[in-house]
């Protein structure tokens, strides 16, 4: 009997030392090797700020626009390009909070800008405006995305812009 016993822990004992050697848990199966994947495509959105402008407001120069990445990876060599059928577009901000002047089509990075306009007093009924925002990769030759912005006026032969959405 005392063989038995003796034999039945030498079997534990080998198996214990078995399975410390070479576990079998799921656990410690090799990691499959990750599978190419599809490039996730850019989707960019114009956040603009406030929603109601005046050139009368003394608080800001204008509407601030902002690239919003909401899918997808910017390159780092990327360009924004903002374009406007009226009104113009200004950098302001630190460090200096000076006003410039850029123009109403500016390439730039993805800081924001401003959107402000001065009107002619014999204007009577304004137009909407539509603001494009194109951001591409020039290392690439290609187009990355594309955003609208619409502003509306309210009421329509007013000075006040109102941001109306996605155009």
Known sequence: MKKWI???????????TCGCM??????????????PKAAIPLSIQIN??????????????????????????IPPDAQFTWETG??????????DFRV???APKYTGTDEPVYWSYF?????????????TLTVSEPSAGKILANAT????????????????GPG
């Open 6 to 16: 003796s034999l039945m822990l030498l079997m534990v004992m080998v198996s214990l």
């Open 22 to 35: 070479f576990p079998e848990s799921p656990g410690s199966q090799p990691a499959p090797s990750p599978s």
């Open 48 to 73: 603009a700020t406030p929603s109601r402008y005046n050139p009368a407001m003394s608080s800001t120069i204008g509407i601030r626009l902002e690239a919003v990445n909401s899918s997808g990876i």
């Open 86 to 95: 009226f009104g113009t577009f200004y950098h302001w901000g630190p460090p």
């Open 100 to 102: 410039e002047e850029l």
């Open 119 to 131: 009107s002619e007093l014999e204007e009577k009924v304004r137009q909407p405006v539509t603001i």
């Open 149 to 164: 912005l619409r502003i509306g006026w309210e009421p329509p032969d007013s000075f006040t812009a109102v941001v109306e």
